[in-house]
């Protein structure tokens, strides 16, 4: 299979049963565009790995230091078989290009609800707001999956929050609400038109990007909610079977 080229994921496409999600740290702005580059250039050169991998997307991050590896399976057991059959050359030819990367973990989710893109919006995301959360749990409790109900409910109250908001900041294009396999996580994939988009929203009144409103303190105050980041990055680029 060959491989195509384009800028962005669609993170509400149909089919995907596994999300795998990583940082890269690299160090500088131009080791950023170095890394990206690389990526592309080794998964282009070759064929595409499985049918079951989706897409592979890198979006480089507003710190000057970070890559977001953002990658869509079939089935979480399409990922293993890549990792033990194509991962390490890849990976390999990519740190001879780049060498001293620092890859920051792996987390494994499902996309579990999206506030869609409305129809008939044809705007390109240039900025992808990553809002991860985590969740009590203890560590027995997060083998066997448990905490769901809780990130379940987080995400409702963020989607009923958004839907009431009496001033909708109207540089969201989309949200998508991925739960982790580890029973302790919960991520946001949020489309915004412009990182000055995303700026607009977080200094208009309230705390956040939401209206200063019960539905939103309800959100920030979650019961069982332990500790929230948010990172912000520009798509690069965006690799599927051709």
């Known amino acids: 299979m060959s491989v195509q080229l384009t800028t962005a994921p669609d993170p509400a496409r149909s089919g995907v049963g596994a999300v795998t999600v990583s940082t890269w740290r690299v160090g500088t702005p131009a080791r950023q565009r170095a890394a990206a580059e690389a990526v592309s250039r080794v998964w282009r050169g070759r064929a595409w790995p499985d049918a079951g991998l989706l897409s592979y997307s890198v979006a480089i991050g507003e710190d000057g230091d970070t890559l977001l590896n953002y990658a869509q399976w079939s089935g979480a057991e399409v990922y293993e078989r890549f990792a033990a059959a194509s991962r390490d050359e890849r990976v390999a030819e990519i740190d001879a290009a780049v060498p001293g990367i620092e890859r920051v973990g792996l987390g494994r989710y499902e996309r579990h609800r ?3 893109r409305t129809p008939g919006d044809e705007r390109v995301a240039g900025c992808v707001a990553i809002i991860e959360v985590e969740f ?3 560590a027995e409790g997060a083998s ?3 905490g769901r109900e809780g990130r379940e409910g987080w995400v409702e109250a963020v989607l009923d929050a958004l839907a009431t908001d009496p001033a909708p900041a109207p540089g969201l294009i989309s949200a998508h609400f991925h739960l982790g396999t580890d029973g302790t996580r ?3 994939y949020a489309e915004w038109e412009s990182a000055a988009a995303y700026d607009d929203a977080l200094s ?3 705390d956040g990007v ?3 409103t019960e539905k939103w303190r309800r959100v920030l105050t979650y019961p069982g909610m ?3 980041a948010v990172s912000r990055y520009t798509p690069a680029i965006s690799l599927s079977a051709g």
């Open 114 to 116: 999206s506030l869609p």
């Open 226 to 228: 332990r500790h929230n």
């Open 136 to 138: 009590e749990a203890d």
């Open 210 to 212: 939401g209206s200063p």
């Open 204 to 206: 208009a009144p309230g």
């Open 186 to 188: 919960a991520l946001n």
């Open 144 to 146: 066997r999956g448990e």
